[in-house]
């Protein structure tokens, strides 16, 4: 994994990092990049390396909400069908009609959130100006 925050660690530390993202402990992320698990805990404390772990998990995590928003059309169209399935039980159709409705009421109060945060930041904009 490349690290954009990782210009001041050593290629070990890298290693480190891309092993305590895929491995379930941090003794066998260790055991991977062939380090004590001492020095795994210590680079754990250095603020370097905690930011480059950090800028990582954030870089995972993107990557994963990206997926998801990959789906998200496969999955109204599931929801969709099932609803529509005139041989679904009827606790299939009103639970995929109940999770279309819940998914549309949040992302109208998202955009109202992002407008709200829009109107915000101009009014601060404003206030900023002399």
Known sequence: ?????????SRKQELAISALLTCPTL???AQQCGLAAVTLYRWLKDAAFQAG???ARRQVVQQAITQIQYATGEAVATLRAVMQDQEA???AKVSA???ILELAV???ELEDLEDLEARIAALEAQ???P
């Open 1 to 9: 994994m490349v690290l954009q925050a990782a210009g001041k660690l």
């Open 27 to 29: 003794l066998a992320a």
């Open 53 to 55: 772990y950090r800028e």
């Open 89 to 91: 039980p009827a606790s």
């Open 97 to 99: 009609a109940k999770a």
């Open 106 to 108: 949040k992302s109208v």
């Open 127 to 129: 206030r900023q100006r």
